[in-house]
């Protein structure tokens, strides 16, 4: 692993500061996952498992910390309307997802729809995203305001000092306070007992039905939202922060394809890459593919040896932590409008699109593209 970890990262790097950088994702990861596992029922192995080979195989590929996160859509219409959402559903919808961005990836069409979304419209969406993550993350803090308090000044006081990385010191301030609200050693001791487990099998009974629903109510609703967020903006900002190491729209549609087939036979949920976990992950010291190949290796370690106390693990972990975790990649998400220019057109249409990318991502998408062409074309005028 250490011999990989070189070749993936640039000589002056500090491997502490990749391995900091693993966790800046864990503020969309730990809630998603939390709720398939307790309101579906899915089997962790297979959800974490999945997760785990997907980061690896992603970072080796791209070399660049690009993630591997829940599709939101999905994981929310799931979990929300558990009765009548089904297991097998969400089975259905990420073969039916893994085949279109496979499809949409090895026939070039993700390209014609990347080339309609002009720069304003790409900063709007990375804007609103951002915005988002911070609102979702001051909620998480006020489920603990003190907590979450102390996490921002340690963030603020660190980020600034990367021989320091402000990721260790929130990740150890949040196993603290789960401590201290865990149970008495003798309930919680059992489950550290490592249990070698693999993953079975999923996909025994899935029925027509299953690949209706999981089609209409869970796949399509998520298209507009991975396009816009795991294609477009995952280039836009891979591109800019690492100009050499770019990617493109298609690379990026045919992993996501890759891995979703690859994923729902054995148990995993509907996966995609995200513009706010790659902040994340970069604002807190990734800057290589190393940081997601360690977080995918300890979730493959999590899948097969702690399958059965993983769903305790992570409801005990402070979500005013995570929620500090989230706001702080939503700013660096947020902090790409410095390069959307200074023309009042631009800023006009950033501004718009991020408005609507807090309502609904496809909305903002098509609202882009009609306010962009309309004033280009003189239209109309701001």
């Avoid at 209409?216 to 800019?240: F, H, K, M, S, Y």
């Amino acid at each position: 692993m250490a011999t990989v970890l070189r070749g993936l990262r640039p000589a002056n790097r500090y491997d502490r500061a990749e391995l900091a950088g693993a966790f800046g994702d864990l503020g969309t990861l730990i809630p998603f996952v939390l709720g398939y596992l307790t309101v579906l029922n899915l089997d962790p192995r297979g959800v974490l498992f999945m997760f785990g080979i997907s980061a690896v195989a992603t970072g080796l590929f791209y070399r660049t910390p690009i993630p591997v996160q829940p599709m939101k859509a999905i994981g929310t219409a799931a979990i929300g309307a558990a009765g009548q959402v089904t297991a097998a559903a969400v089975a259905a919808a990420g073969l039916v997802t893994g085949a279109f961005w496979l499809l949409a990836g090895a026939t070039g069409t993700v390209r014609f729809a990347a080339a309609v979304a002009a720069k304003p419209i790409v900063h709007g969406i990375l804007l609103g995203l951002g915005l988002s993550f911070m609102s979702q993350g001051v909620a998480l803090m006020r489920t603990g305001p003190w907590l979450a308090a102390a996490g921002l000044a340690i963030a603020f006081a660190l980020l600034a000092r990367p021989r320091i990385p402000a990721m260790f010191a929130l990740m150890a301030l949040g196993l603290a306070a789960a401590a201290w609200v865990a149970p008495a050693p003798g309930a919680w001791m059992p489950l550290l007992r490592p249990v070698f487990e693999l993953p079975g099998l999923t996909l025994e009974g899935l029925r027509w039905t299953d690949f209706v629903q999981g089609t209409l109510v869970l796949a399509i609703p998520q298209i507009p939202l991975t396009l816009g967020n795991a294609v477009i903006a995952v280039r836009a900002e891979n591109d800019e922060l690492f100009p050499d190491r770019p990617v493109t729209e298609r690379q990026l549609a045919i992993t996501q394809g890759l891995m979703n087939l690859a994923s729902a036979p054995l148990g995993g949920v509907p996966m995609c890459h995200g513009a706010g976990g790659m902040a994340g992950h970069v604002r807190f010291g990734a800057r290589t593919g190393g940081s997601v190949v360690m977080l995918g290796a300890m979730l493959i370690v999590l899948a097969l040896f702690y399958g059965h106390a993983v769903g305790g693990m992570f409801a005990v972990f402070p979500k005013a932590i995570l929620g500090v975790i989230l706001f702080f990649a939503g700013v660096e998400l947020a902090l790409t409008l410095r390069a959307a220019g200074s023309d009042r057109s631009d800023i006009y249409v950033v501004v718009i699109v991020a408005g609507f990318a807090m309502w609904n991502m496809g909305a903002a998408f098509v609202a882009g593209i009609l306010l962009h062409q309309s004033l280009r074309r003189g239209w109309i005028r701001v």
